[in-house]
């Protein structure tokens, strides 16, 4: 088989990449390793921001999303009983959307299976050979049966377990990593969520965070230690535990209910660079990790998609090797400032083990600061309505 771009892994980075390009009649296939209800059931954050936004109306795939989403355009920070409104609009002038990832990735491969593009699940033993020759290709089997794309690029867009970073040899390769000493529990509930907007709550039991999918289906977090199993975590132990880390007030008023997913995540800061080699090119996980505090990750492999395809289209449009040959370095620019905020906005909330007197008298005094100025609230809001590209 021959391909123009050959794009390694279908979550949102690889379907989005493909379906931008294929608006421009540039050929992709997109090869997945499991199924496709599988990819669906993952459960990830739902944040937009505007970047991403306009990328799914670019590629034609914003209908429901534009239907569907909710306008935020604030959130509710907690410390304690304080507590204040960092408004998005007024501070940056910008809101984000409300929707989850799955949906996007749902919206994505309704797009690609109807324009009959495509996209293979359940591929195994991908190799990438010649990403630093002029004739790139990817082998895999599918059934035991072995085949190969000859193609003129590659999108690694396999996330961070894929197998497109592992193929830049060791010695061209920097990798940056902080592993956090606490997880993310976190449960869907179909409840109505406790409040309007988001609010991300420190306390001294540990940070939490009430989201939302939509007015009958709540998101909520709560920080844990990374030796619990979510079943250990009885419903009511996580609603108990939720409700001593709000402010009363939504402590009184949370509905709760049944659960109807229940995971631990990890939290861990990783960059590779560069994320070219050759022929190959790096796209969102694949290349970066960040903290889920503040809801980077969707949306930095948002902003790595939009520069390889503008690369790639100045490639087949106007022969040009310029934004190409730029990708890393660009991608990479924002990538960096959104780590640095998911960074600094997880040390902010969280309660760290062994942390002294000294360093929690640091959080709320910087908390105080930015409940009350103007300067620190608009630096904050710039970041989390998303960085322009
Ligand atoms: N061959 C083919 N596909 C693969 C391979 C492989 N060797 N290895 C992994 N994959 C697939 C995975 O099964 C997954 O569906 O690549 C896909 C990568 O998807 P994601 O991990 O969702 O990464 P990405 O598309 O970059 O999306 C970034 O996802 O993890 C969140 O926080 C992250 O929200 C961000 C977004
Ligand atoms: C989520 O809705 O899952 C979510 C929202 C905001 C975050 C992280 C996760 O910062």
């Not at 999108?155 to 606490?182: M, N, Q, W």
């Not at 090119?281 to 939009?306: E, M, Q, R, W, Y």
């Amino acid at each position: 088989m021959k391909t123009q771009v050959a794009i390694i892994g279908g979550g949102p980075s690889g379907l989005l990449l493909g379906q931008l390009l294929h608006r421009r009649g540039i050929d992709t296939v997109v090869l997945e390793r499991k199924t496709k209800a599988h990819v669906l059931s993952r459960i990830r954050a739902g944040v937009l921001e505007r970047g991403l936004a306009a990328l799914m109306r670019e590629a034609g795939v914003a209908e429901r999303m534009d239907r569907e989403a909710i306008r935020h355009d604030g959130a509710l920070i907690a410390y304690g009983e304080d507590s204040f409104r960092l408004d998005f609009t007024q501070r940056a002038g910008h809101s984000v959307l409300v929707y989850g990832q799955t949906e996007i990735t749902r919206d994505l491969y309704d797009a690609r299976e109807a324009a009959g593009a495509p996209l293979e699940f359940e591929v195994e033993d991908v190799e990438i050979h010649g990403a630093d020759t002029d004739a790139p290709s990817v082998r895999y089997s599918v059934n035991g049966q072995p085949r190969q794309i000859d193609c003129d690029f590659v999108a690694g867009c396999d996330g961070f377990h894929g197998v497109s970073r592992k193929t830049i040899p060791d010695h061209l390769r920097r990798e940056y990593e902080k592993v956090y000493p606490f997880g993310w529990l976190g449960i869907l509930s179909e409840t109505p969520p406790v409040h309007d907007e988001l609010i991300y709550a420190s306390t001294d039991r540990g940070f939490a965070l009430c989201s939302m999918r939509n007015p009958n289906l709540s998101r909520y977090y709560i920080q844990c230690s990374l030796y619990d199993n979510p079943e250990d975590w009885t419903d009511k132990a996580f609603w108990e535990e939720l409700k001593l880390r709000l402010p009363r007030r939504f402590a009184d008023s949370l509905v709760t209910g049944p659960s109807i997913e229940k995971s631990i995540a990890p939290l861990r800061s990783f960059v590779t660079e560069p994320m070219r080699w050759g022929r190959l090119f790096l796209c969102g996980d694949a290349a970066h990790i960040v903290p889920p505090t503040g809801a980077k990750g969707l949306n930095t492999a948002a902003s790595d998609v939009h520069y390889l395809y503008h690369g790639l289209r100045d490639f087949y449009e106007n022969n040009s090797t310029e934004g190409i040959d730029r990708y890393s370095e660009k991608a990479l620019r924002r990538v960096w400032k959104a780590e640095r905020f998911s960074w600094w906005f997880s040390a902010l909330m969280h309660r760290f083990p062994g942390q002294n007197m000294f360093d929690t008298k640091m959080q709320i005094a910087e908390l105080d600061f930015l409940r009350s100025n103007a300067a620190a609230q608009s630096a904050m809001a710039e970041n989390y309505v998303g960085l322009p590209y």
